[in-house]
């Protein structure tokens, strides 16, 4: 593999969230710095899947709160397209297996 120009360098920073963009224009840094978003991107993701168990979970144990479309739990049933008759997935009953 060839070495990238500064150019093809300043092209993949101009790409970068402002909060990542390294201080030198340097193909290590930049590396780093994509390395870093793609590991918040995936701590992001299973954030949002455990949240996502929880918000299930606490739904499903007060089902008689998520009756119909005028429910005290309407705002979780509807982030979660919450819908009490679908099957959990496999990744939820592995992180609730893991919260029990």
């Known amino acids: 593999m ?3 120009t500064k150019d093809q360098i300043e092209s993949v920073i101009n790409r970068l969230p402002s909060n990542l963009v390294p201080n030198n224009c340097s193909w290590a840094s930049t590396l780093t710095a ?31 709160l998520t009756d119909g479309d005028n429910c005290t739990l309407i705002k979780l049933k509807k982030s979660i397209n919450f819908d009490e008759t679908r099957p959990l997935s496999e990744e939820q009953v592995h992180f609730q297996r893991w919260c029990d």
């Open 2 to 4: 060839t070495k990238p």
């Open 34 to 64: 994509i390395t870093r978003l793609k590991t918040e991107y995936n701590n992001a993701i299973i954030r949002v899947e455990n949240l996502e168990a929880v918000i299930r979970e606490v739904l499903e144990e007060n089902l008689d």
